[in-house]
């Protein structure tokens, strides 16, 4: 079966920093662009950051950059997103998903996603 598994959500205070991870089961990352997107209740879903099939290009949004950093480790078939500087409003629950790999790009448009993870929940909150 192919899955992507997000992992590493939790509860964190404001200033916090988690890591989390995607991790691909029954097929192989590398051939994918990736991205993390998140949901905010009576929201819609946003792209965060993508990483490009080689890891060369990165994309993210104007509300992460300088806080999240994106990275990708094809011999262990994951790819991470760390979080720091979290802000209540980083609350949602963050799906990674794969993207056609074109060069040395990616984007953060939810319509390009072609599989999507089962999400794990984010909470900033003092």
């Known amino acids: 079966q192919l899955r992507l598994v997000e992992s590493g959500g939790g509860l964190v205070q404001p200033g916090g920093s988690l890591r989390l991870s995607c991790a691909a089961s029954?097929?192989?990352?590398?051939?994918?662009?990736i991205g993390w997107f998140r949901q905010a209740p009576g929201k819609e879903r946003e792209g965060v950051s993508c990483?490009?099939?080689?890891?060369?290009?990165?994309n993210y949004a104007d509300s992460v950059k300088g806080r999240f950093t994106i990275s990708r480790d094809n011999a262990e078939n994951t790819v991470y997103l760390q979080m720091n500087s979290l802000k209540p409003e980083d609350t949602a629950v963050y799906y990674c998903?794969?993207?056609?790999?074109?060069?040395?790009?990616?984007?953060?448009?939810?319509?390009?996603?072609?599989?999507w993870g089962q999400g794990t929940q984010v909470t900033v909150s003092s």
């Open positions: 029954g097929f192989t990352l590398d051939y994918y662009a």
């Open positions: 990483i490009s099939r080689s890891g060369i290009g990165t």
């Open positions: 998903a794969t993207q056609p790999a074109v060069l040395n790009i990616c984007n953060l448009l939810p319509q390009t996603v072609l599989s």
